[in-house]
Each structure stands twice: as C-alpha cells, then as structure tokens.
C-alpha cells in the first residue's frame, strides 16, 4: 500500500469536500467544547466540594428574649444552659467529632451581621439585642456534622443548629445542572459531527466513483480504496478536536486563571493542569466518534 498515493487521494478527497470538511471541524469544535466545557465543570464542584466542606461549620443558635420554639419560651438562654451545650460536645462520646469550638456573643455576632448586610434595609432594624448567641463547631470531618446536630438541636436553650453544608448544597446541584445541560447539548452536537462526517464521506465517494470502479478492475483491495476516506473523516474531526482542546486550555489560563481567579480568592479554581488533563480526552473522542463514523460510512455508502 502506497502511503503518498493514500495521501494524495485524501487530499483529493478533502479538497472536492471542503465546504462540508469547515462545516466538520466547526461542529466537532463546539460539540467537543461542550464536552470539555462539562468535564471543568465537574473538576470545579469537585474542588469547590473539597475546599467548602472542609470548612464548614455547624452553627449552634441559643433562644433569645423573642424566640417562642419547643425549646425556647421567649427566654434567652442562660450561662448554665450554654454550658451545658458545651459539655455535650467535650463529652466522650462527642469530642472525636469536634475539632474546634468558638462562642459567638451578641456584640461580636452584630459585628459578623452588619460586615454581611450593612446597608441593606435588614441592617436598618438589627442591633446587639435582636442577635442570637451561637457556638461555631467545626467537625473533624464533614460527615461528622449530622452526629453534632442530632447530640446538641434538642438541648434546653438551643434555638437552632444549622449545618452550613446545606446552604452550599444548592449552588453545586445548580453547577451539577449546568454539567448535565452542557453534555446534553455536547451529545447532540457529536451526533450531528458523525452525520456530517457520514455525508462528507458519501460525497467523496460518489465524486470518485468513476475512479473507484477503474481501482476495482485493476484489482485495488477494498483497504487500499476505504483507507483514504477513513483518514477523510478522522482528519476533519481531529482539527476540530485540536482547536476545541486549545479553546479549552486558553479559557483556563486566560480567563478562569488571569480574570477570575484573582477576583475570587477564596474559591479554588480549576487550573491549566486540569486542561490539560482534558485537552487529550477530547482528542481521543474526537478521534474515536470520527473512526465510528467513517466505519459506519463505507459499510453503507461504497458498495458502487
């Protein structure tokens, strides 16, 4: 088998074709970003996850003058009441589980309120008085949160214990959806690149068929002809996987890591490592779904 007779039919091939070939390469670009678009996604919760939960605490609310619940009566707790909480948590039983404890008075709970909410029109009607006293609990392991919960929520004087976890929960299931929107659309994206890669290939073949004919009678093997339009496909796929990989490499370093990271220092964004993990993934996919493609091609479209 000839490689630069090969070579030059695929040439042929994609220079007869080329309108479809650009209409290739862009649809394997967008479909394979949406793809890697989707995998940073995922790479980001997953940091986001490890960074948050890490730090969330568990925050142990006590009854003040106004709260009426089943285990407060419009009375604030007292000395002994919050002592009694901290004994729960230094107990044996509860002490592996907790890895810090800091006690949050009136004054310094104002001063967290208005740092969050001053100028709001909340601020206009918050003072020392209406704040709740807390405990802040960081467990030793996020899990451990549930058990500090269910030891301390139903203790007299105890308002509230609330987990920070679950105000976190809603931003990662909007992430999550954001994830699953954006492969949805990848999906349908690279099912249009095989049919355009099956449609490139038809084209081709139907061009030449003059010239497939004469190199069946002189005794071409069927590899020797299906090879070039094999490569037809793989090629236009690839140079779209190629551009959405570097898409994907410069979105990081440029924008996430040049723009956004600077602005966001407390949150753990995804780097040019991560892309470049992904960069390959998305030339492997781009090769095999235009490999697939090509077979299913000359299976359906050169038997003439």
């Known amino acids: 088998m000839r490689v630069q007779l090969i070579a030059q039919e695929v040439w042929n091939g994609l220079r007869r074709n080329l309108s479809v070939v650009v209409s290739v390469v862009l ?11 989707a995998i940073l996604l995922q790479m980001q919760i997953t940091q986001m996850k490890g960074f948050w939960y890490d730090r969330a605490q568990v925050g142990i609310y006590f ?4 709260d009426a619940t089943a285990t407060c009566s419009q009375t604030a707790a007292t000395a ?18 907790v890895a810090d404890v800091e006690f949050e008075d009136r004054e310094l709970a104002y001063q967290h309120f208005m740092e969050q909410f001053g100028g709001t029109s909340s601020a206009e009607f918050a003072s020392p008085e209406t704040m709740n006293e807390a405990l802040w609990v960081r467990p030793t392991a996020p899990q451990d949160a549930d058990l500090i919960r269910e030891a301390t929520s139903a203790l007299p004087g105890v308002l509230e214990v609330r987990d920070q976890r679950a105000l976190l929960e809603p931003i990662f299931q909007v992430l999550s959806t954001a994830s699953l929107v954006a492969i949805g659309i990848a999906v349908l994206m690279l099912v249009a690149a095989v049919l355009l890669i099956s449609t490139t290939i038809r084209l081709s073949a139907f061009s030449r068929k003059r010239e497939l004919g004469i190199m069946r009678l002189v005794g071409a093997s069927n590899r020797f002809i299906q090879t070039p339009f094999i ?30 990271a600077p602005m966001l220092q407390t949150i753990a964004i995804v780097g040019l490592d991560d892309a470049l993990v992904v960069a390959p993934v998305l030339l492997g996919i781009g090769v095999l779904f235009a490999g697939v493609a090509a077979a299913v091609a000359i299976r359906r479209y050169l038997r003439i």
């Not at 649809?27 to 678009?37: D, E, K, Q, Y």
């Not at 002994?80 to 589980?97: C, G, K, M, N, T």
């Not at 190629?242 to 723009?259: K, N, P, R």
């Open 27 to 37: 649809v394997t670009f967008i479909s394979l970003s949406f793809v890697g678009a």
């Open 63 to 66: 009854c003040g003058p106004v």
């Open 80 to 97: 002994e009441q919050v002592d009694a909480v901290r004994a729960v948590l230094e107990s044996v039983a509860i002490a592996p589980y």
């Open 231 to 260: 490569i037809e496909g793989i090629v236009a796929a690839l140079v779209g996987a190629v551009l959405a990989a570097g898409a994907v490499v410069a979105t990081v370093h440029f924008l996430l890591q040049g723009y956004v």
